[in-house]
């Protein structure tokens, strides 16, 4: 009876992603190739960023609404059992769908592969596998989803927060270095860079300094010891690794490592142990954010779309960034070694390589340059722009949707651990258990952890880095 029920809407379901597949082959890619001013690499991420936001969305209306699919709804037994289900369901489909491309799209180094057009078209055809698995994972029995949600999502999730950390320390070095190389320049920005540098350090730690005072009033009174001790411990810890930051030992090892990096690590810690404590229950009357019945229904809406697209923007990043892609187009790199792509023109662009690694050698260009193949020229002498991924893909294409596996099981827990009977009803507040406040706590700490590690490590293991024995 069910499968008979769920025909009309499969049916739906069916044309639905395939008119909007059609759509988006046109509509939306050019749309979000303009938002990424013509970059093809980006707009396809944006792509999936918008699919994945659009699946959290509909997860949390699901859970806030304790809503299923009408021929489910027979095996909830208690309140919230639906909407926990769905979300489960819903999660499972999308990462399944990513576990796939993830396991179809290995060792595409080049758009020229015809295994790249899977990635970067054929929107019809993963629309349409998408609704197919969510009607899938509605056929599996509700055991399952409690199996893989303690088995799979929890672990999942917890190495998707383990991505976001590791990419703020590595942003907190890469800007850092940014400002340090235009101001060795010394040109004529070379001021303005200096005090661009001078003033996001200070503006940073003054953040810090005020979040924290801000804690202490408001979140730490007598009888919240949990309050106390986190924003203790940031305070410490926010303390010890800017005194690493600016060691000698330290210094000596890793000459551009300093106030700069050290500041962002602090503000971030120390907004992570405020949101931690301003998202927790007020059981024990410490959060005075989410007493006032006016303002509840709003933060938690606000708070919400925030927590979900800044999970898109993570899961977007990730692939791309330096710290996870291994995908190194190393084409022209080796002295003509190895063979360009078709109609490339080569004598020129190993004059450009030999320059660009010289310049790297010298520390005017950061190593990133060495593989980025933006400036490469086809045969006829012209560039690539409006598709940065002619010579070769931008980014790690299976492992872009590793993470974005692990970015859905993420809010999957997200949604659904630790939710009380009053937060179903309306919209729940996404992340509002204590749960969720100490993981952002411990993100906190490992945070810290992640980039004191990136300080001493060069002393650690020297040869690892590149240093000789003093």
Same mark, same amino acid.
């Given at each position: 009876?069910?499968?008979?029920?769920?025909?009309?809407?499969?049916?739906?379901?069916?044309?639905?992603?395939?008119?909007?597949?059609?759509?988006?082959?046109?509509?939306?890619?050019?749309?979000?190739?303009?938002?990424?001013?013509?970059?093809?690499?980006?707009?396809?991420?944006?792509?999936?960023?918008?699919?994945?936001?659009?699946?959290?969305?509909?997860?949390?209306?699901?859970?806030?609404?304790?809503?299923?699919?009408?021929?489910?709804?027979?095996?909830?037994?208690?309140?919230?059992?639906?909407?926990?289900?769905?979300?489960?369901?819903?999660?499972?489909?999308?990462?399944?769908?990513?576990?796939?491309?993830?396991?179809?799209?290995?060792?595409?180094?080049?758009?020229?592969?015809?295994?790249?057009?899977?990635?970067?078209?054929?929107?019809?055809l993963k629309l349409l596998a998408y609704g197919a698995l969510v009607g899938l994972s509605f056929a599996l029995p509700n055991k399952f989803f409690v199996f893989f949600s303690?088995?799979? $999502?929890?672990?999942? &999730? @917890? /190495? !998707?927060?383990? +991505?976001?950390?590791?990419?703020?320390?590595?942003? %907190?070095?890469?800007?850092?270095?940014k400002c340090i190389q235009h101001v060795e320049l010394e040109d004529e920005n070379s001021s303005k860079w200096q005090k661009f540098l001078v003033a996001g350090t200070s503006?940073?730690?003054?953040?810090?300094?005020?979040?924290?005072?801000?804690?202490?009033?408001?979140?730490?009174?007598?009888?919240?010891?949990?309050?106390?001790?986190?924003?203790?411990?940031?305070?410490?810890?926010?303390?010890?690794?800017?005194?690493?930051?600016?060691?000698?030992?330290?210094?000596?090892?890793?000459?551009?490592?300093?106030?700069?990096?050290?500041?962002?690590?602090?503000?971030?810690?120390?907004?992570?142990?405020?949101?931690?404590?301003?998202?927790?229950?007020?059981?024990?009357?410490?959060?005075?954010?989410?007493?006032?019945?006016?303002?509840?229904?709003? $933060?938690?809406?606000? &708070? @919400? /779309? !925030?927590?979900? +697209?800044?999970?898109?923007?993570?899961?977007?990043? %990730?692939?791309?960034?330096?710290?996870?892609?291994?995908?190194?187009?190393?084409?022209?790199?080796?002295?003509?070694?190895?063979?360009?792509?078709?109609?490339?023109?080569?004598?020129?662009?190993?004059?450009?390589?030999?320059?660009?690694?010289?310049?790297?050698?010298?520390?005017?260009?950061?190593?990133?340059?060495?593989?980025?193949?933006?400036?490469?020229?086809?045969?006829?002498?012209?560039?690539?722009?409006?598709?940065?991924?002619?010579?070769?893909?931008?980014?790690?294409?299976?492992?872009?949707?590793?993470?974005?596996?692990?970015?859905?099981?993420?809010?999957?827990?997200?949604?659904?651990?630790?939710?009380?009977?009053?937060?179903?009803?309306?919209?729940?507040?996404?992340?509002?258990?204590?749960?969720?406040?100490?993981?952002?706590?411990?993100?906190?700490?490992?945070?810290? &952890?992640?980039?004191?590690?990136?300080?001493?490590?060069?002393?650690?293991?020297?040869?690892?880095?590149?240093?000789?024995?003093?």
């Amino acid at each position: 009876m069910g499968a008979i029920i769920s025909l009309p809407l499969t049916s739906a379901a069916s044309f639905a992603a395939s008119f909007f597949g059609s759509l988006s082959s046109s509509i939306l890619v050019s749309s979000f190739k303009s938002l990424s001013g013509g970059s093809s690499s980006l707009a396809t991420r944006l792509i999936y960023a918008a699919l994945l936001l659009f699946n959290s969305l509909f997860s949390w209306i699901s859970m806030s609404a304790n809503y299923s699919f009408p021929w489910f709804k027979k095996s909830c037994t208690s309140t919230g059992e639906c909407g926990f289900f769905t979300v489960h369901r819903l999660n499972f489909a999308l990462g399944l769908l990513h576990l796939m491309l993830s396991s179809a799209l290995v060792n595409v180094r080049s758009t020229t592969e015809k295994r790249a057009a899977l990635q970067n078209s054929w929107w019809s055809l993963k629309l349409l596998a998408y609704g197919a698995l969510v009607g899938l994972s509605f056929a599996l029995p509700n055991k399952f989803f409690v199996f893989f949600s303690k088995w799979i $999502s929890v672990p999942s &999730g @917890s /190495l !998707f927060i383990l +991505v976001g950390l590791v990419l703020l320390v590595d942003f %907190a070095h890469e800007w850092a270095e940014k400002c340090i190389q235009h101001v060795e320049l010394e040109d004529e920005n070379s001021s303005k860079w200096q005090k661009f540098l001078v003033a996001g350090t200070s503006i940073m730690y003054v953040g810090a300094m005020a979040m924290t005072t801000v804690m202490y009033v408001l979140f730490c009174h007598n009888n919240c010891t949990m309050n106390q001790v986190a924003a203790t411990v940031n305070l410490l810890l926010s303390i010890i690794t800017t005194g690493l930051s600016i060691h000698p030992k330290v210094q000596e090892y890793n000459p551009r490592c300093g106030l700069a990096q050290s500041s962002m690590v602090a503000i971030y810690g120390t907004y992570l142990t405020m949101s931690a404590l301003a998202s927790e229950p007020d059981d024990r009357q410490c959060n005075p954010f989410v007493r006032s019945s006016k303002t509840r229904k709003f $933060s938690a809406v606000l &708070g @919400s /779309l !925030f927590t979900f +697209v800044a999970i898109a923007y993570t899961t977007t990043r %990730a692939a791309a960034n330096s710290a996870f892609n291994s995908n190194e187009q190393s084409i022209f790199l080796d002295g003509g070694d190895e063979v360009g792509y078709e109609g490339v023109s080569q004598s020129r662009n190993q004059l450009r390589s030999e320059a660009i690694r010289q310049a790297v050698e010298e520390g005017a260009l950061p190593e990133s340059a060495l593989y980025d193949t933006a400036w490469a020229e086809t045969s006829e002498g012209n560039g690539v722009s409006g598709d940065d991924e002619r010579i070769a893909t931008k980014y790690n294409y299976s492992l872009f949707h590793v993470i974005f596996f692990l970015a859905t099981q993420w809010i999957a827990i997200l949604l659904t651990i630790n939710v009380t009977k009053d937060d179903v009803g309306d919209f729940i507040p996404v992340g509002r258990t204590y749960f969720y406040s100490w993981v952002k706590i411990v993100s906190a700490w490992i945070c810290y &952890g992640l980039y004191g590690w990136t300080l001493v490590a060069p002393m650690v293991l020297p040869e690892r880095f590149g240093y000789e024995e003093f």
